[in-house]
């Protein structure tokens, strides 16, 4: 057979010598023993916890080493492109703190691109012409229904699928019936014409995995489709070689198709980069651990992680944590260094499925918030709200004075212990709302309404913005002794049968009335920041819907009485209009 000839008929036109492409795109000009490492996800719209988890050690591998990052978009699928997504996975991963030199909307280096691969057609279908003249490429005109019917085939069978040996059916076409073919419009694709058996296999060393055996290919993948866009697998080959990659790190679905990239790179005459094949995130569920799931899991999502809130580092040291085996004992010994400082290898990634567990990721990111500055606390929680919150969680920051004595509360700033309240933005942002709205709703009174209705009135009465916190609570004691509850907790504990209750029920009900919740932070300081009249505002507010409730449940004309005479001590409302 004239395989020039056929070459030509199948890819005309003239391309450049091979070697063209070897001076266009040189090595790389770095330092021995710099890795090139990419990430290179298809335009999908859908950023996973399986990028990052790639993109963090290809990023540390690359850096640490003096190498270099880039970022390549397998685009050859046009019907998964989805406008916008490129721009998508920067943003998230930029959130993250993944740092590209090079690539897709990046730009860098451009010896090397372009970076999208529907813009290096004419690589690819140069070097398809090449193996179609060297007859390691032919033409295949099998249909879709011709192909379904091959694998229902196998399937009833129970043998391999695929287009392989006897089932490659176009594989053995006559020169006649490939023109006849052709000359008959028919489309076709192109695909590789393996060599490799099966039955021989290989030893190979996996740069996680170490070393393992794989079997020879002899599946003749599709290598140009009939639209002449390459195939993910060839693309890949001739990418990162002419983009000089040295290192691939990928999940480890892809070892199935690791024979057919390694004969893919020696059919192509290509030196291969590294491989390492990271094990799969998995999650608890139930008895058994499964696979992450997009469908069933939205924290698989990044997405997920930037409007909940997430701090990025927590995130980055809890994937760092299922990363290697070694770096949970390192941040343990240097909790505050950065991260970059730790020393990265692929050697220490997990050999099998890594368990991921959302409630380690909070426990992590409630210790890794608890060490900022209110300053950066704040600046944080501004930067979720600018782009997730609310209209009225916005608002939060326009005092930035209150929202750092807020913040210094609540984390503990100065205190003997730093709180670990918070756990993202949103629970935090939600966490901090009452020192900016007034309560909707209450917590249950750890008392009846009577009780309230007095605790509430005599506060009022007794509250001064001026006093002191000793000043304050003296007050509370009065309260507490003048209703019938202990003042001291050391006579409430000796003789709990003689008291309503304790001083600490007394200051749960100011506790809810002016927060709407039975725990928070010290009242006397929260009192301080909410300022004297919103702290009488919210009080009132309280003792009226209390006061409503219990005359709603108990219209007596005493009761009727002692709820006007409460009503003239704290507000002007006329008594019919209650």
Excluded at 20 to 43: F, I, M, N, Q
Excluded at 182 to 190: H, Q, R
Excluded at 386 to 413: H, P, W
């Amino acid at each position: 057979m004239d395989y020039k000839a056929l070459a030509e008929r199948l890819i005309p036109g003239n391309y450049p010598a091979l070697d063209h492409y070897e001076k266009k795109y040189p090595p790389r000009d770095l330092p021995k023993g710099a890795e090139v490492t990419r990430l290179a996800p298809s335009p999908t719209g859908f950023i996973h916890l399986g990028n990052l988890f790639a993109a963090i050690a290809n990023e540390r591998i690359a850096h640490r080493s003096g190498g270099v990052l880039y970022l390549r978009i397998e685009d050859t699928d046009l019907k998964r492109k989805v406008d916008g997504a490129v721009e998508a996975v920067i943003k998230a991963l930029d959130y993250f703190d993944i740092k590209f030199d090079e690539g897709a909307e990046i730009g860098g280096d451009e010896t090397y691109g372009p970076w999208y691969q529907r813009g290096r057609a004419e690589i690819y279908r140069a070097f398809v012409k090449h193996l179609i003249e060297i007859g390691r490429a032919y033409p295949c005109f099998c249909t879709e229904e011709e192909l379904t019917a091959l694998r229902e085939e196998q399937t009833a069978r129970k043998e391999v699928t695929g287009y392989y040996g006897k089932y490659a059916r176009c594989r053995d076409l006559t020169e006649e019936e490939i023109y006849a073919n052709l000359d008959a419009g028919k489309p076709f694709v192109i695909r590789l014409k393996s060599l490799g058996n099966p039955e021989i296999k290989h030893k190979f060393h996996d740069e996680i995995k170490g070393d393992i055996t794989v079997p020879e290919n002899d599946q003749d993948v599709v290598i140009l489709k009939s639209d002449g866009i390459p195939t993910y697998h060839f693309a890949h080959a001739v990418d990162d070689h002419f983009m000089r990659t040295t290192l691939v790190i990928r999940g480890e679905e892809w070892l199935a198709s690791l024979p057919i990239h390694i004969e893919l790179f020696d059919a192509l005459g290509f030196s291969r980069p590294r491989y390492g094949h990271n094990c799969s995130l998995m999650k608890q569920d139930g008895e058994t651990r499964r696979k992450l799931s997009k469908r069933k899991d939205p924290e698989l999502s990044l997405e997920f992680y930037r409007k909940e809130g997430y701090f990025a580092r927590a995130v980055k040291v809890y994937m760092l944590t299922l990363l290697n085996s070694n770096f949970e004992e390192w941040y343990q010994k240097n909790p505050d260094a950065p991260l970059d400082e730790f020393k990265f290898t692929a050697a220490k990634m997990s050999k099998s499925g890594t368990l991921f567990d959302l409630d380690k990721l909070n426990d992590i990111s409630k210790n890794e918030l608890s060490k900022l500055s209110a300053e950066e606390m704040a600046a944080f929680l501004k930067s979720w709200a600018e782009e997730f919150g609310s209209e009225a969680q916005k608002a939060y920051f326009n005092d930035e004075e209150k929202m750092r004595r807020v913040l210094t509360l609540c984390m503990g700033i100065g205190g003997k212990k730093r709180r670990k309240d918070f756990t993202t933005a949103s629970q935090a942002t939600e966490f901090i709302k009452y020192f900016f709205e007034r309560p909707e709703t209450y917590e249950n009174f750890p008392c009846g309404q009577t009780d309230c209705v007095c605790i509430l009135r005599q506060f009022l009465e007794a509250y001064r913005y001026g006093d002191d916190a000793q000043a304050w609570f003296g007050k509370v004691k009065e309260i507490a002794a003048a209703n019938g509850f202990a003042a001291e907790m050391k006579d409430y504990k000796a003789d709990p049968a003689s008291y309503k209750g304790s001083v600490a029920d007394v200051a749960e009900i100011l506790r809810i009335a002016a927060t709407g919740k039975a725990n928070t932070p010290d009242l006397w300081t929260i009192m301080q920041i909410l300022g004297e009249d919103e702290v009488r505002e919210r009080i009132l507010k309280a003792l009226w819907e209390v006061a409503e409730h219990w005359w709603g449940e108990n219209q007596t004309p005493e009761l009727e009485n002692a709820l006007d005479e409460m009503i003239a001590h704290v507000t002007d409302k006329p008594g019919e209009d209650r």
